[in-house]
C-alpha cells in the first residue's frame, strides 16, 4: 500500500486548528431574514436624504422652506444621514464573527442612542396610524390651511422604515447580548447598589415623574405650557406622541429606581425598562433642543419657555437613569 507524500510548502499552508477552540457560530437563519429588512428598511430615508444634498425636490410640496434649505437644515440633514448610515455598521456588528471582538462601550453606546431614538417612532407611529384608522385623525381642512412642508407620503414610508429598523436590531441586539454579556442580567438584581446612587435614582424618578406629568397632560388636551398655535393644533395623533414620551419618561423613573435598590426581582425587567426609557428621554430630550435651537423650518412659533424645560428633564431625566443604569452593571461585573 502506498502512501502519497504532501509537499512541505503546501502543508504549511494548510490553517491549523487549535484543540478544544472552534470558530463562532455565523449568524442563525432568523438573524439573516432581521439583517436583511434592518438594511432594506435603511433605503427610503438614505436615499431621500440624499437626493435632497443633492437638490432633488422628491417629496417636497411647492411653497415649502424646504426649497431653499439653510444651511441648518444642510448640516441636519448631513449629520442624520450619518446616523441612519451608522444603522448599517450596527447590523454588521451584531450579525458577523468579528463583533464578538469589539470593545464593549463602541458597541453598547450607539445601540443605546438607537434604541432610545427608535423606540418612541416604533411604539407612536403606529399608534397614529390606528388612530386614523379609527378615523379620528387630524381634520383635512386643518392640514390644508398649514404651511406645506412635506408630501403625507414621506412621512409614512420613513417612519415606516423606523419602525422597522427599531424591532430588527431589537431581534438582533437581544440575542448578541445574551451571549456576550447574559450573566450580567442572570438571576435577581441582589444587593442595594450604594446610596450615592441610590440619590441619584430617587433625583431620576424625581424629574422622570415631573416630565411624564405633563406629557400626559398635554397628551389630555392641556394646553398650559404650550404656544397658541401648538395648541390649537391638538389631535388625538399628537396625543399618541405626548403620551409616548410621557411612558419612556416613567420607564426610565421606575427602573432607576428598582436597579438601585436591588431586591428579590428578576434583572432583566428593570434592566430592559432603564435601557429604553432612559435612552428615549435622553436622545428625544437632546434631539428636542438642538432643533429648538435652530430656526423653526415650518414658520410657526417656537417652543415656549415651558416646553423648553421639559426638554431639558427629559434629557436629565435620561442621563441620571443612564448613570444608575452603568454603575449596575459595573457591580455585576465586579460581582
Not at 8 to 22: E, F, H, K, L, M
Not at 214 to 230: D, I, M, P
Request: proline share 7%; aromatic share 8%; net charge positive.
Amino acid at each position: 500500500m502506498t502512501t502519497r507524500a504532501v509537499h512541505p510548502t503546501r502543508a504549511a499552508q494548510q490553517p491549523q486548528q487549535q484543540p478544544g477552540t472552534r470558530q463562532p457560530p455565523g449568524p442563525g437563519s432568523g438573524q439573516r431574514i432581521l439583517r436583511a429588512v434592518a438594511l432594506a428598511a435603511t433605503v427610503p430615508y438614505l436615499a431621500l436624504k440624499t437626493a435632497w444634498l443633492a437638490g432633488s425636490r422628491i417629496g417636497i410640496p411647492d411653497g415649502s422652506v424646504l426649497l431653499d434649505p439653510e444651511p441648518f437644515l444642510m448640516a441636519a440633514n448631513a449629520v442624520t444621514v450619518a446616523m441612519d448610515a451608522c444603522v448599517i455598521l450596527l447590523v454588521l456588528l451584531l450579525t458577523r464573527p468579528w463583533g464578538m471582538r469589539v470593545p464593549a462601550w463602541l458597541l453598547t453606546v450607539p445601540v443605546f442612542v438607537a434604541t432610545g431614538l427608535l423606540t418612541p417612532i416604533a411604539t407612536g407611529f403606529p399608534g397614529q396610524l390606528l388612530i386614523r384608522l379609527l378615523g379620528f385623525g387630524a381634520d383635512p381642512a386643518v392640514k390644508a390651511a398649514r404651511e406645506p412642508f412635506l408630501d403625507p407620503w414621506v412621512f409614512n414610508v420613513v417612519y415606516t422604515g423606523f419602525a422597522i429598523q427599531g424591532l430588527a436590531l431589537a431581534g438582533l441586539f437581544v440575542p448578541y447580548a445574551r451571549e456576550r454579556w447574559g450573566r450580567r442580567w442572570q438571576g435577581v438584581l441582589g444587593a442595594r447598589l450604594p446610596s450615592s446612587t441610590g440619590v441619584v435614582a430617587a433625583a431620576a424618578a424625581a424629574a422622570g415623574l415631573v416630565v411624564a406629568a405633563v406629557y400626559f397632560y398635554w397628551a389630555l388636551g392641556g394646553t398650559a405650557g404650550l404656544g397658541a398655535e401648538r395648541a390649537g393644533a391638538y389631535w388625538p395623533e399628537t396625543a399618541v406622541v405626548s403620551a409616548v414620551h410621557g411612558m419612556c419618561a416613567l420607564a426610565a423613573a421606575a427602573g432607576a429606581l428598582l436597579l438601585a435598590r436591588g431586591g428579590a426581582l428578576r434583572a432583566r425587567w428593570p434592566l430592559g425598562l432603564t435601557w429604553i426609557g432612559a435612552g428615549a428621554a435622553l436622545t428625544w430630550g437632546t434631539w428636542m433642543l438642538a432643533v429648538s435651537a435652530g430656526p423653526q423650518l415650518d414658520g410657526g412659533e417656537g417652543p415656549t419657555a415651558a416646553a423648553l424645560l421639559i426638554y431639558a428633564g427629559q434629557m436629565i431625566t435620561g442621563s441620571l437613569a443612564a448613570a444608575v443604569l452603568t454603575r449596575f452593571l459595573i457591580s455585576r461585573r465586579e460581582g
